[in-house]
């Protein structure tokens, strides 16, 4: 199992999503955090299982898309050989690729 490292700005998002959604109901903030440290281990697992993003861009930095069952988020990450770097928290229909930005950063 390879480790997990969040781009600080997507720490920063994993707080944010979890309040909002603990602002709509008490433990839905929880249950999405569960459900992202499960979809986390799944990468960290097998981090070649998730196809490359879509985005033109993104391909060739090889940065590959696990999207959220349950919550509408994809995981855009990179693999750096015994690390998983997630770039981000995005949320499926807002800011799409802005998160791009974060990945020449990731190579460092």
Not at 27 to 49: K, M, N, V
Not at 73 to 96: C, D, K, S, T, W
Request: positive net charge.
């Amino acid at each position: 199992m390879l480790q997990i490292e969040l781009h600080p700005e997507a720490a920063q998002e994993v707080g944010i999503i979890v309040d909002w959604y603990e602002e709509r109901r008490a433990g839905l903030g929880a249950e999405f955090f569960a459900d992202l440290q499960g979809h986390l281990r799944a990468i960290a697992s097998s981090p070649h299982t998730w196809p490359l993003w879509p985005d033109a861009r993104a391909k060739p930095l090889g940065i590959h898309r696990f999207v959220m069952v349950r919550f509408p988020y994809g995981l855009p990450y990179m693999v750096f050989n015994e690390r998983v770097f997630i770039l981000a928290i995005a949320h499926a229909r807002q800011r799409p690729s802005y998160w791009l930005r974060r990945a020449p950063r990731a190579a460092h």
